[in-house]
């Protein structure tokens, strides 16, 4: 003689299964957040680092107190080349063809982010000494 105690409670395989696949994609999509938030808020560190540090040398080869037009330097393990543009008698500024003794200075600082170069740039504008 067989007697059913109660009815019988569980899940079955295919609840299992479908509950086990909700959760791995739950995981997947929160890992892949967790990684693009991760990868924004070291751009941004490296972001606010190079505008301070640009400033800086910026005013440092405005002043004359930095002589190299170029150089690198490491962060973090990663390595930044920088170099400077100078562009004398903008005349597209002044609207005519002689020149106005304006010179433009450009510092650009590029590095390797994984397989694409990136850079940054600051430019003045000041009068040219001749």
Do not use: P
Not at 43 to 49: A, P, S, T, V
Not at 100 to 119: A, P, S, T
């Amino acid at each position: 003689m067989f007697y059913k105690l109660g009815k019988e409670e569980g899940f079955t395989l295919l609840e299992t299964l479908i509950a086990m696949v909700i959760l791995g994609v739950s995981i997947a999509i929160l890992v892949e957040a967790y990684l693009t938030v991760t990868n924004g808020i070291e751009y941004l560190r490296i972001y606010n680092y190079l505008v301070a540090w640009s400033g800086d040398k910026m005013t440092e080869l405005i002043n004359g107190m930095e002589l190299a037009r170029h150089g690198n330097f490491e962060l973090n393990g990663r390595e930044f080349q920088w170099y400077v543009e100078e562009k004398y008698n903008l005349s597209e500024l002044a609207g005519n063809e002689t020149g106005n003794g304006l010179k433009k200075m450009e510092l650009i600082v590029e590095w390797q982010d994984r397989k694409v170069i990136k850079n940054y740039r600051i430019s003045r504008i000041m009068l040219a000494e001749f």
